[in-house]
Structure formats: C-alpha cells, structure tokens
C-alpha cells in the first residue's frame, strides 16, 4: 500500500520568505501526485497536479512542486509568501485503482 | 456545476442519538469518499466507494458506522449511537476514478458534527 510523508508539522515564515515543503511516497508503481490547500474553516481545494510530463508543475497562487521520480518526492515551493497563504498543506497520491492517500498535513503560519 | 455538496454544515446532538450526514457527488463522477478531520488525528479516509460499491472500508471506527450510495449521485454516512468521541468534521469527496487524469478530488464543505 502507498504511503505519504510530510517531513513539516508546523512551518513559519515572514511575508516574503521562500517556501519548501517536503513530501516523500512510497509506492512501486505509477502515480498522480496532488498538494491540497485548506485554508482557516474551508474545505481541501487542489493547488497543482502531476500526472505525466514535464515533472515541473505550476499551480494556482505562484505555487510549483517538482516531482523526483528517483527520491520518490514531490516537495511544494513557493518563491515568496504572503499572509493569505496561511493554511494547511496535504500532499497526497493516487493511484490508478483511484484512492488517494494523504500525508498528515503541514500547517503554514506566514506571519505580516 | 454546484461541486460537491453537504448536508447539514452543522449538526450538534446528544450521545446516543443517531446523526446521518448526506452527501451529493460532482454529475459525471463515480467514486466518492468520506473523510473525518479532527486536530489530534488530521485527515481519516473512512470509507470510498467506485460506482456505488464500496471498495475500501477499512477506516470506518467501528460498528456504529455506516455509508451507504443508494445512488450514483448521492451517499449517507451514519453513525447510531453517536459518543463525543465522533466530534469531527466530515468531508465528503468525489472523482471520476479510473482514469489515470482524473484522480483529482473535489471536497465538498463538509459537515462540522458536534456530540455533546
């Protein structure tokens, strides 16, 4: 069965600060890689999607995460946050068979 | 499209009454999934179903769960009796499964249930 992990529980920064979170897998085969936002009392809405191709992705919001097949990681960048990027973070990975398994989240505090 | 949505937003009750939780998928999507969130536990996969069979139930905490597609469209997630252990928010979320492009989910506002 697959696996996800997010190396950060809690990450805080200052408006104009650079943004990394990590997220390694573990699943032999072929994946599709997703990073959810939930912001403060909202639903998971989708930041950006791998499927195949160009393992550079851009997102909405100026976000982009690189996926390294030989790491088996798909970490989430950001060049400079801002305060409205305050929310919880999950990486998760699905499979062909459909079900998606999360990691346990990463809240980013940015702070004005 | 209205996406995924969720009834009722809120819903406090005593333990030991029965709360169902109600849930109307994206039209066009057949796999459907029931999350709980909580602060000490994140987000639990508790049960997903594929074209209104249930696949995986594995999650689900006990007997005192069920879920249920009746329909293609529309799902029930019921807990009989309720403890205030089941205090969580409840998202449900759909996609159209099977296909390598569209294993993207779309979660509906999911249901804040609170057991007194």
């Known amino acids: 069965a697959q696996s996800v992990s997010q190396h950060n529980h809690h990450v805080i920064l200052s408006e104009a600060a650079s943004l990394e979170l990590g997220c390694n897998y573990s699943?032999?085969?072929?994946?599709?890689l997703f990073w959810y936002v939930q912001y403060p009392g909202q639903h998971l809405q989708l930041l950006l999607k791998?499927?195949?191709?160009?393992?550079l992705v851009k997102g909405i919001k100026g976000f982009e995460a690189e996926f390294i097949k030989s790491k088996f990681s798909f970490n989430l960048r950001k060049p400079s946050v801002q305060w409205s990027d305050t929310a919880e973070y999950f990486c998760?990975?699905?499979?062909?068979?459909?079900?998606?398994?999360f990691g346990d989240g990463t809240t980013l505090t940015v702070k004005p | 499209d209205a996406g995924v949505i969720q009834s009722p937003r809120h819903e406090v009750t005593e333990m030991g009454q029965e709360v169902t939780l109600r849930c109307k998928l994206i039209?066009?999507?057949?796999?459907l999934f029931w999350y709980r969130q909580t602060m000490m536990r994140g987000l639990e996969l508790l049960i997903y179903?594929?074209?209104?069979?249930?696949?995986?139930d594995s999650g689900m905490p006990e007997d005192r769960f069920s879920a249920k597609m009746p329909n293609a469209s529309f799902s029930t997630l019921k807990i009989q009796p309720s403890e205030p252990r089941d205090s969580a928010v409840y998202f449900c979320?759909?996609?159209?499964?099977?296909?390598?492009?569209?294993?993207?989910?779309?979660f509906g506002p999911g249901t804040r249930l609170t057991v007194l």
């Open positions: 699943y032999g085969g072929t994946v599709n």
């Open positions: 791998y499927f195949s191709g160009d393992p």
């Open positions: 039209s066009g999507h057949n796999s």
């Open positions: 998760a990975v699905a499979t062909n068979a459909g079900k998606s398994t």
């Open positions: 979320a759909s996609s159209l499964a099977n296909t390598p492009s569209y294993n993207e989910q779309f």
């Open positions: 179903f594929n074209n209104n069979v249930p696949i995986d």
